[in-house]
């Protein structure tokens, strides 16, 4: 049997790593951040960045020693069985179609800052970004994979530009007061910022190809770590030292913060970038989402037309069906302001969590044996089982979802052990 080719070394590693945590949050989230605790955000950004270490370690490590495509799903059922790991599957299937629109509204609403456009003009904008993610994925035409780099460039270069262009424009006075909502502000914001630390788990399909993965893998985790740290904290100082939160900038601070510099030339780069950016994040979500339901629906733990696939063009057209749907409701809802993006924003946060917590716990079990891994596994589970409570009312999300995966399967067992009537 021909095996994959040993073939990346460290410095690919650590892109791969950088790649995989950098994502649309970025456009956002800094903004939202300040918003809910103003300068003292910069502290969360400090708490979240160490406190991501251990769990880095802990997915790379899993990585390494247990690599598949399942993710974090397929670590947990190793660690507990199929029935743990169906319900993360769950959970992540959930994340795409309530996390999505967000990565929808924020490329609208760079654009609708750029344009002028109304609460109703955004709305409108996301749903369009939304269906053509759809479309693309109906049809079949797969993002190139020198898409994924460009992104990570565009991410990267949009992230340095506004942070040095807009060096000249930080007042201290924006730094007070530094806890205007009280110093327990910064725990919920911790909370929202693990939103910008997920994705360690998503190179692991790639760790049967490091050239040496019980080194690199860990060497890659604490390179990628310190380089995306360093420019998250960057980030959400010059975010609070130029106020680009305030006046209801804050999901579109990065556009403010160029366009202090370079005026509307520079908001209109950002804008379209911000753009490019969320229908490529949204494109990668959508996909992996409605295969994972059809894989749910394979298991026979998910309704079976979620497994529906297209005649001609061999697409997961059911999964589709169930992601549009949620997008539908969502964006009626956030369109007639019963939702906003604050509030839609803490429940794929919540799972996102829950499945870490679920990582976490497995990595305490599969990983007992080696030292770094056993220590920090231990670490990454009681940080995140801390913090869990603090999401408040949406921590019942997930909750939810593993109370309603078990009795389904539950019921599911009994119909099929009670024997038919002859």
Known sequence: ???????????????LYIGAVLGSGV?????VAASMSGPLSIVSWIVISLAAVPLALTMGLLSAFYPSSGGVSHFV?????KSFGTVIGWMFLLSVPTGVPIIALTGSSYLGQLFGWGHSGMVLGAAAILATVLMINFFGVKTMGFIQTLVISLILFVLLFAIFSS?????????????PNGIWAAVPTIGILFWCFIGWESVTHMSGE????????????????GIVSVLYIMLGVMVVGTGSYTGGMA???????????????GAIGVSITALFISI????AYVSAGSRIAYTLSQQRVAPRWFGTVHSNYKTPIGGLLFIGIIFAVLLTAVHLRWLSFETLLPFPNATYFATYIGGAAAGVKLLKNHKIGRIASMASLVLTLGFFPFLGWVALYPVSVVLIVFIWNAKKKTTQTVPLNS
Do not use: C, Y
């Open 251 to 265: 999901e579109t601070a990065l556009s403010h913060m160029v366009q202090l510099s370079f005026g509307k030339p």
């Open 210 to 225: 490091f050239n040496d993965p019980g080194k690199d893998a860990l060497k890659g985790v604490f390179w990628s770590a």
């Open 280 to 283: 490529a994040s949204a494109n």
């Open 167 to 179: 060096l000249p424009h930080v007042k201290t006075e924006h730094f007070t007061p530094f806890a």
């Open 1 to 15: 049997m021909s095996q994959l080719q040993k073939s990346l070394r460290l410095p690919q590693i650590i892109s």
């Open 27 to 31: 456009l956002f989230l800094p903004g």
């Open 77 to 81: 059922s190793e660690a507990f069985g």
